[in-house]
């Protein structure tokens, strides 16, 4: 048969003014400030302080395992119920973010997600996450985990350089010497790819709690495939 070669359709969701940038830029993280407001964010807090966290893993080999010497932290998944008032309006308001930030900036073809996690770095343990990426590659991705993760999402809930101090989020875009610390602001929303190397550096004082979120989408979607044989 005679192949062919067909270039990716490329479907964008909303009008944007600067469409050059668009088709040619991807930016490592993007951030929007405001999403919560300072009560809202207090009532998150107290709401995790009335949960059970449990302790943090990695995976590895196909399995998730505690590994101190990669990840230090205490966490709580919270899983989508429509019925739960306490967190469904917190998915609602991610949603509005991730939908925008994703239209305008990276245009993935995303599904969804159906949990975030809740993250406590205490200092007293010099709690860490190392460089790693949201992404799993290859056999690594647990035989449970359908979709592979696609668009990332991070937010301090409370307030760096007041409430703890350390555990910076930096981004690794070529080598980890020169890797980019992300400026976090109580309530801003870092949205990156989650192919991007990331680290959460070792907290040295008080405890930085976080929201994270991983959007997924099936592997072999339109902004990534580039040739179709016929």
């Not at 302790?55 to 399995?63: D, G, I, N, P």
């Not at 994703?102 to 770095?121: A, P």
């Not at 200092?123 to 668009?151: C, Q, S, V, W």
Request: one cysteine or more.
């Amino acid at each position: 048969g005679v192949q062919t070669c067909a270039l990716p359709i490329l479907m964008y969701k909303s009008l944007y003014n600067f469409p050059t940038e668009r088709q040619r830029v991807t930016y490592p993280w993007c951030f929007w400030d405001g999403a919560f407001t300072e009560e809202e964010l207090k009532k998150i807090c107290t709401y995790f302080e009335t949960q059970e966290l449990e302790r943090s893993a990695v995976v590895l080999q196909q399995e998730q395992e505690v590994d101190e010497s990669i990840r230090i932290s205490n966490i709580k998944f919270c899983n989508y119920e429509p019925t739960n008032s306490d967190t469904l309006w917190i998915f609602q308001r991610m949603n509005m973010v991730i939908d925008a930030v994703n239209n305008q900036y990276y245009n993935f073809d995303l599904n969804g997600y159906d949990f975030f996690q809740y993250t406590e770095y205490d200092a007293h343990e010099n709690g860490k996450y190392d460089y790693h990426m949201d992404t799993l590659m290859g056999n690594t991705i647990p035989k449970d985990m359908i979709e592979t993760r696609k668009l990332s999402v991070t937010m301090c809930i409370n307030e760096p350089g007041e409430e703890y101090e350390g555990g910076e989020f930096q981004i690794n875009n070529s080598e980890e010497k020169k890797a980019s610390t992300i400026e976090t602001k109580k309530g801003r929303m870092i949205l990156f790819p989650s192919f991007m190397i990331h680290r959460v550096a070792p907290v040295t004082k008080g405890k930085r709690k976080s929201i994270v979120v991983w959007v997924r989408s099936e592997e072999h979607t339109s902004e990534l495939q580039s040739l179709r044989h016929l």
